[in-house]
């Protein structure tokens, strides 16, 4: 079973190439089943177009390590939230320019005031929200008015 | 027009309409106002895609027949088998008319969603706690847009009174609830929707009153009953473009 995480450790998201499925908490469980290996994941938005190629990769890289039969199931409850991405995900994310979820989902009214998001590159607080969605689902576009760069916000949900 | 048990039922009414509202946002491809208008208007579309994509999965699997699935759904009933909402069928006309549709149905969305937690039905649960996360979003985002046009210029106040005028008589088709609704309420199958028209009335009109723009009397029915596949005559112009790969080559894929 260690070694089967350390696989899944490896599986990228395809949109976001420096973070792990397991990083961003989609990999909801992993057990043997039967003789076969069961793999539960769940969607980070529900039309999110990686999921089926985030589907494959994991049976994929679990095939090539030798993990023959194995089952991916996919599982809308509970529904992903940003909380599930772990603390190594979110270095990654800003490493890599995205600015990471601030806050808990649960917390998040929607009357709730916008938080402050950390400009990736500076981390200057004096950022400005320039359009509430981005290239992919999961983020917002953002900008900052110190080093007047333009970054990706990962989103709050 | 072919019915289903009174679930199927209204598992095609969300799926579809999700699906039809995702299609209008589409229409916006390559011409919104804003590059980021339209990143936004096709996120909220895809979100919405998903979403009809689990209704609809559940539908096909209650309907029981090998040979219907989402896609089949979604791509091989015509018009009367539609069970959309009248309100998200309407045409796109300016931007401003696309948000007022579009925050008329995250409104209806929000609050079904909310009450459809407390559904007995596991699947519905599921389905809805997932979809009220983005749908919140999505609402966040349309209510701000009619309180800036709104509370705007003299032109943008004028075209978004205009966009709730020209929409607002598909709300009576959007907040009735049908009596098999109510019995699926009644027996706990469905959580309690059946106080959707007093919390979509008391919602919109807040944020109607805060964009000063007036909030027009409950609109009454008219012959169109969505329910019952009679819907307006966009619905099928629409379909025509968005069926059109899989009528014209069936079961294609890339």
């Known amino acids: 079973m260690p070694l089967a995480h350390s696989v899944l450790a490896n599986v990228m998201d395809p949109e976001v190439p420096v973070v792990s499925v397991v990083d961003l908490g989609i990999v909801r469980g992993l057990s043997w089943r039967e003789g076969h290996l069961h793999v539960l994941i769940t969607p980070t938005y529900s039309g999110c177009p990686a999921t089926e190629v985030i589907e494959t990769s994991i049976r994929d890289a679990l095939v090539q390590s030798g993990f023959v039969s194995t089952q991916v199931e996919q599982r809308l409850d509970p529904a992903w939230t940003t909380d599930w991405i772990t603390d190594e995900g979110r270095e990654k994310l800003k490493a890599y320019g995205i600015s990471p979820p601030v806050g808990s989902a649960d917390k998040r009214s929607l009357t709730a005031e916008k938080p402050v998001v950390l400009c990736p590159i500076c981390d200057s607080k004096n950022t400005l929200q320039i359009s509430e969605f981005g290239s992919t689902a999961c983020k917002a576009l953002y900008r900052c008015n110190d080093c007047l760069e333009p970054f990706d916000y990962f989103k709050c949900i | ?254």
């Open chain 2, 1 to 254: 027009m072919k019915k289903y048990d009174e679930l199927t039922e209204f598992l095609l009414r969300m799926g579809d309409s999700a699906l039809i509202q995702a299609q209008r946002l589409c229409e916006w491809t390559g011409k919104a106002p804003a590059l980021e208008e339209e990143l936004a208007l096709m996120n909220v579309g895809l979100d919405l895609v998903g979403q009809a994509r689990n209704w609809l999965e559940y539908a096909a699997e209650r309907i029981g027949d090998e040979a219907i699935d989402a896609d089949v759904l979604a791509y091989r009933r015509d018009e009367r088998n539609y069970r959309n909402v009248l309100m998200v069928e309407q045409p796109n006309g300016d931007f401003a008319v696309t948000m007022a549709k579009q925050f008329f149905y995250d409104v209806w969305q929000y609050h079904m969603l909310t009450q459809l937690r407390g559904s007995s039905d596991e699947r519905v649960v599921a389905i809805a706690m997932k979809s009220l996360k983005e749908v919140t979003y999505h609402l966040r985002r349309s209510s701000e847009w009619v309180e800036r046009l709104g509370d705007g210029t003299e032109e943008s106040h004028r075209r978004m009174a205009d966009a709730v005028d020209s929409v607002w008589r598909f709300s009576y088709d959007l907040l009735l609830v049908s009596d098999e609704e109510a019995a699926l309420c009644a027996d706990k199958t469905l959580g309690d929707i059946t106080q959707i028209a007093d919390q979509w009335q008391s919602m919109v009109a807040r944020v109607l009153a805060a964009s000063t723009l007036e909030v027009p009397a409950p609109a009454e029915p008219f012959y169109l009953n969505s329910r019952n596949g009679v819907h307006s005559e966009c619905l099928g112009i629409l379909l025509a473009e968005m069926q059109f790969l899989q009528r014209a080559h069936p079961d294609a894929s890339w």
